[in-house]
């Protein structure tokens, strides 16, 4: 957990450095993108992040610890912990959409635990009529699993942006928020959906071949 006081449910403490997404200062530009905040930079932008009752980062929290049936407060704290030590923040990205970006990652985590934890029980405890899968009916499952996961690499293939959207849009980012968070402008989000929209196209093709060949 982080150590760390907080008043009104803003962390505060005494850090020089100017917060990298400040009114003050302007966001890097799209060229600069890729850069990443400094861990003292990271560090001076969570000063100013509000975890206050009903701030946007205390409804994440509870909405992403809702679905992995976790605390709300040790997702938060455990997801500025990360961002402090081991997670890496794009340049232009705000810090409180960074952290929702990890408390998403870590209730992911928790989900994938838990339900291979239970697919493992029930392969154990299976009785009656829910039978498991057939061999041939297990081949093509993983098969049609993994034809899903390379479509969508195939999707954002050379395109770390599209990458980005694909992960703002899955978290229910929208608009300017969705723009930020993938570190471009909402003009260049507009080119990078048609993008997306015309190699899922292809991808959903090749998955149709997929199923009429089976």
């Given at each position: 957990m982080v150590k760390s006081s907080a008043i009104n449910g803003t962390i505060h403490n005494n850090a020089k450095a100017p917060c990298p997404n400040s009114v003050g200062g302007a966001h890097t530009p799209i060229a600069n993108a890729s850069a990443s905040l400094t861990r003292p930079q990271i560090r001076a932008a969570l000063t100013k992040i509000d975890i206050g009752p009903g701030s946007r980062l205390k409804k994440c929290a509870g909405y992403r610890a809702f679905t992995a049936d976790i605390c709300a407060d040790d997702l938060l704290q455990e997801a500025i912990l990360r961002?402090?030590?081991?997670?890496?923040?794009?340049?232009?990205?705000?810090?409180?959409?960074?952290?929702?970006?990890i408390m998403r990652?870590?209730?992911?985590?928790?989900?994938?635990?838990?339900?291979?934890?239970?697919?493992?029980?029930l392969g154990l405890c299976q009785e009656g009529p829910a039978?498991?899968?057939?061999?041939?009916?297990?081949?093509?499952?993983?098969?049609?699993?993994?034809?899903?996961?390379?479509?969508?690499?195939?999707i954002v293939e050379g395109s770390p942006v599209a990458e980005g959207v694909l992960d703002g849009i899955d978290q229910g980012l929208c608009g300017k928020a969705l723009a930020q968070f993938a570190g471009i402008d909402q003009a260049k989000l507009a080119t990078v959906r048609k993008f997306?929209?015309?190699?899922?196209?292809?991808?959903?093709i090749k998955l149709e071949k997929l199923d009429e060949a089976a």
């Open positions: 961002a402090m030590t081991s997670r890496r923040c794009p340049a232009g990205l705000a810090i409180e959409h960074f952290l929702m970006g990652s870590i209730a992911s985590e928790i989900i994938a635990k838990r339900e291979r934890a239970t697919e493992a029980l039978a498991p899968l057939s061999p041939d009916e297990g081949i093509a499952f993983t098969e049609r699993a993994e034809a899903c996961r390379q479509s969508l690499d195939e997306i929209v015309r190699r899922s196209a292809i991808a959903w």
